[in-house]
């Protein structure tokens, strides 16, 4: 089986590889860079936008060149703001070759605001986290949730949780695509 993903991340790419992993056997997982649409830090609708343009991007460019693929999967990181507080989350989107859409989400964890006041003036996540570590590219690594959960967590492991509940519409097509 086939599945594009909207990046050429290597995370993005693993993560997709292992969730489909668990319903799905022989898999080939394809990165295809595409653009989201949204600003780099989405914030709220802007990142199930996000994720959506991605996935829907992607199934136009498997109609064109004939790729062969089966699912398209769109992956966004954003913020929302949620019982007065913000945290981040990843957004998934996932369409079949037919068209049919599902969504998941990560667990979501919060920021703190020293953060969020960069995120809010449109400066990548990604970006705050390499300033804070004083490392580069974190967002290709561990990521926020690794620094913020001291390791515990990272971000192959956070956008896998979201990615295994995106495909349950597909797991149960009856109920969700009659």
């Known amino acids: 089986m086939k599945i594009l993903v909207g990046s050429k991340n290597p995370v993005k790419i693993a ?18 860079e595409v653009d989201s649409g949204v600003p780099v830090q989405p914030v709220n609708d802007e990142t199930f936008i996000g994720a959506q ?14 790729l062969g693929g089966e699912f398209f999967v769109g992956i966004e990181g954003g913020i929302a703001k949620q019982f007065e507080r913000w945290f981040a989350f990843g957004c998934v ?31 990548e996540l990604g970006d705050v986290m390499d300033e804070i ?3 580069q590219n974190t967002k290709q690594k561990h990521g926020a949730i690794g620094y913020f959960t001291n390791g515990v967590m990272n971000r192959k492991e956070l956008y896998i949780e979201g990615l295994k509940v ?6 149960h097509k009856e109920m969700f695509f009659s």
């Open 133 to 135: 570590m004083n490392q």
């Open 93 to 123: 989107c996932i369409i079949d070759k037919d068209g049919k859409v599902g969504f998941g989400m990560s667990p979501h964890f919060e920021l703190p605001n020293s953060v969020v006041e960069k995120l809010l003036k449109g400066v």
């Open 15 to 32: 993560s997709v590889k292992e969730a489909f992993s668990n319903y799905f056997d022989e898999l080939e997982v394809v990165g295809v």
């Open 53 to 66: 343009n991605r996935a829907v991007k992607l199934l136009h460019i498997n109609k064109d060149r004939n």
């Open 166 to 171: 995106a495909v349950v519409p597909f797991l």
